[in-house]
């Protein structure tokens, strides 16, 4: 049996997430205002403070690198287990503007390889391979 009202929450967090995709886009326009970098130029060379706009740039590009297979684990694999897989948007989408602290992006991949095991999960629990839910039985997932 497929928890249908559950997986609202699901479709809550893949919305949550395009704002937040939308917020690192604005900051990047911001950023080529302030620091006067021009489109189609990526990054600025500028050695004062080309590295702050670089940041700003790469916080949005490093999201939209690891966005298509987000939204698809997202969506695929809470169809089986919509309370697992929202409260990892929390550890995915932790924008990384500081490259001191680029080991949170550590923490994103590890999030993002749960949420493609439990898309792998649910498609073993579609095909019988398993049993959906939590139960104690033989075969199960968790």
């Excluded at 080309?50 to 740039?57: D, K, L, P, R, Y």
């Excluded at 490093?62 to 309370?83: D, K, M, Q, R």
């Excluded at 019988?128 to 075969?139: D, I, T, Y």
Aim: with cysteine; charged share 15%.
């Amino acid at each position: 049996m497929l928890p249908a009202e559950e997986y609202g929450f699901v479709l809550l967090t893949g919305a949550a997430s395009f704002v937040m995709v939308l917020h690192l886009a604005i900051n990047v326009g911001k950023a080529r205002k302030k620091y006067k970098v021009e489109y189609p130029t990526m990054y600025s060379t500028d050695p004062e403070n080309g590295h702050i706009f670089n940041c700003i740039q790469r916080a949005h590009q490093n999201t939209l690198e690891v966005y298509p297979p987000f939204l698809f684990f997202l969506a695929v694999g809470g169809v089986y287990h919509p309370h697992t897989d929202g409260p990892r948007l929390k550890l995915v989408n932790l924008p990384r503007t500081d490259p001191n602290k680029r080991y949170r992006g550590g923490v994103a991949s590890l999030a993002l390889f749960a949420l493609m095991g439990t898309t792998v999960c649910s498609a073993f629990q579609h095909l019988g391979w398993v049993r959906p839910g939590l139960g104690s039985g033989s075969k199960s997932c968790h």
